[in-house]
C-alpha cells in the first residue's frame, strides 16, 4: 500500500520539483514555454485535488476503522485545506496569466508556492510512512491489505 502510495505521491514531487523549481530560478527548461509551465501548473492542482478527493471519500475512512493515525480524520482533511487553499491561489494566478490579463511573476509564483510547499511535503511524507508495512501489518493482514481501496 505503501509503495503504491509513494509512486503517486513521487509523480507529485516530480511535478512540484518542475514548478518549483521554476519559479524559484526564473528559468524555464529547454524547450518549456511559459503556456506549457502554466499548464503543468493546472494539471498538478487538478491532480492533485483529485487524489485527495479519493483519499478523503474512500481511503481515509476505510484505514480510520483501525489505524488511529487515519482515525483522526481532522488532522489529514485539515493538511488538505492548507495545500487546497494554495492550489486554490496557484489556479487563479495561472489562469489570469493565461488569458493574458497579467504578466506571469515568478516571486509571485514563488509566494504562492511557498504559502502550501512545506505542508504539502509533509503531508506526502507522513502518508506513505503511516501506510508503511510496519504500520499497517499492526492492524490487517496480508489477505485484507490486498483488498484496499487504493
Known sequence: ??????????????????IYGV???SQ???????????????????NLETHHQIEEIRVFPFLAKR???FANQDLLIAQHK??????????VHV???LRGDSDLRWDEMKVILDSFGPV???????????????????????????????
Not at 500500500?1 to 518542475?18: C, E, I, P
Not at 524555464?28 to 501548473?41: E, V
Not at 504500520?135 to 489477505?143: F, I, V
Open 120 to 150: 504539502l511535503w509533509q503531508h506526502l511524507d507522513e502518508e506513505v510512512r503511516e501506510l508503511g508495512a510496519e504500520q499497517t501489518r499492526k492492524y490487517w493482514s496480508a489477505e485484507e491489505m490486498t483488498r484496499m481501496p487504493m
Open 95 to 97: 489562469q489570469i496569466c
Open 1 to 18: 500500500m505503501a509503495d503504491t502510495m509513494q509512486s503517486l505521491h513521487q509523480w507529485f514531487r516530480v511535478q512540484w520539483n518542475v
Open 28 to 46: 524555464r527548461p529547454a524547450g518549456m514555454s511559459i503556456k506549457r509551465y502554466l499548464k503543468l501548473c493546472l494539471e498538478f492542482c487538478q
Open 23 to 25: 519559479a524559484e530560478s
Open 67 to 69: 489505524m488511529p493515525a
Open 82 to 91: 492548507v495545500i487546497h487553499k494554495g492550489l486554490e491561489k496557484l489556479q
